[in-house]
């Protein structure tokens, strides 16, 4: 059984930084793409950050120069460090990762972990 499990939410001031964790668990092959993303109260889910294996980085554009995603393919983790953080940053944060148990790459989610930006 795949798991992936999401550290390191809790609260921040504005303007703080605070870093965000994934662990992946279970027997599998291997890695592939991997993804943040959040969900603040009454909006949709949105992509905030991903990587590639080959560590090829991509960020929606209102966290570009404040969160930096990276990977590390020998523990199969990863993490977003999120700086100058702003209220708007406040959402339910998620892993998302695309693997190969063994049967096909397919899609995994965490559980999510709270993010507070307030004063």
């Known amino acids: 059984q795949v798991q992936l499990v999401e550290s390191g939410g809790g609260l921040v001031q504005p303007g703080g930084s605070l870093r965000l964790d994934c662990a992946t668990s279970g027997r599998f092959f291997v890695v592939y793409d991997m993804t943040w993303y959040r969900q603040a109260p009454g909006k949709q889910r949105e992509m905030v950050a991903s990587i590639t294996f080959g560590g090829r980085s991509n960020y929606a554009d209102s966290v570009k120069g404040r969160f930096t995603i990276s990977r590390d393919n020998a523990k199969n983790t990863m993490s977003l460090q999120m700086s100058s953080m702003k209220p708007e940053d406040t959402a339910l944060y998620y892993c998302?990762?695309?693997?190969?148990?063994?049967?096909?790459?397919?899609?995994?989610w965490g559980q999510g972990t709270q993010v507070t930006v307030s004063s």
């Open positions: 998302n990762a695309v693997i190969n148990s063994g049967n096909g790459a397919l899609e995994y």
